[in-house]
Antibody, heavy 122, light 107 residues
Framework: EVQLLDSGGGLAQPGESLTVSCAAS????????MSWVRQTPGKGLEWVAT????????YYADSVKGRFTISRDNSRNTLYLHMNSLTAEDTAVYYC???????????????WGRGTLVTVSS | DIVLTQSPATLSLSPGERATLSCRAS??????LAWYQQKPGQAPRLLIY???DRAPDIPARFSGSGSGTDFTLTISSLEPEDFAVYYC?????????FGQGTRLEVK
């Protein structure tokens, strides 16, 4: 079955770090760009970060640049988002998402995980 | 960043009616625009990409149009399962932004 299973969310205090993961199955993971998108009730959907298929190209939203790191392990078909210096504004449901077409990232997301909730609060 | 403004915020229609949703960009870009549908408790679902191409398995009643700064999603005849929130999304200069969404509700 073609699916993404995101996990690793939870409660973190301001300033702490957290890593969320996304396990892919049912498609050739290394062939597709992958991204993280987050959603909050107040701000709607926000693109966070994107990584190319082999991991050579990384792209970040200004709101997370320098604090978050996207990475992937193609041998484990897993995508990661390591989040440092968390603030309350990072509280959201984090979705991993797959590009529609093989090749360079195109930011069209045809497969999404169920989402994992990250809450930043003291 | 390009800011996408969707209108109306809420659209109230009946099944069988035609829905027209608008997405306006703060400045023009090439037609790398997508539309998504999201239902409560679910992840978004890709409907349209490159402004007018339907994603795989998307019914023909969904169509996209537009260029430059003005884009439209049209649902030709609403089915009961089409009532949801719709988002537009653009990508340019190696980044992406979403609109704030249009809620399509049953009248």
């Amino acid at each position: 079955e073609v699916q993404l299973l995101d996990s690793g969310g939870g409660l973190a205090q301001p300033g702490e770090s957290l890593t969320v993961s996304c396990a892919a199955s049912g498609f050739t993971f290394r062939s597709y760009g992958m991204s993280w998108v987050r959603q909050t009730p107040g701000k709607g959907l926000e693109w966070v970060a994107t990584i190319s298929g082999v991991g050579a190209s990384l792209y970040y939203a200004d709101s997370v640049k320098g604090r978050f790191t996207i990475s992937r392990d193609n041998s484990r078909n897993t995508l990661y988002l390591h989040m440092n210096s968390l603030t309350a504004e990072d509280t959201a449901v984090y979705y991993c998402a797959k590009d529609l077409h093989v090749g360079h990232p195109e930011w069209y997301f045809d497969l999404w995980g169920r989402g994992t909730l990250v809450t930043v609060s003291s | 960043d390009i800011v996408l403004t969707q209108s109306p915020a809420t659209l109230s229609l009946s099944p069988g009616e035609r829905a027209t949703l608008s997405c306006r960009a703060s400045h023009g870009f090439d037609n790398h625009l997508a539309w998504y549908q999201q239902k409560p408790g679910q992840a978004p679902r890709l409907l349209i990409y490159d402004a007018s191409d339907r994603a795989p398995d998307i019914p023909a009643r969904f169509s996209g149009s537009g260029s430059g700064t003005d884009f439209t999603l049209t649902i030709s005849s609403l089915e009961p399962e089409d009532f949801a929130v719709y988002y537009c999304q653009q990508r340019s200069e190696w980044r992406s932004t979403f609109g704030q969404g249009t809620r399509l509700e049953v009248k």
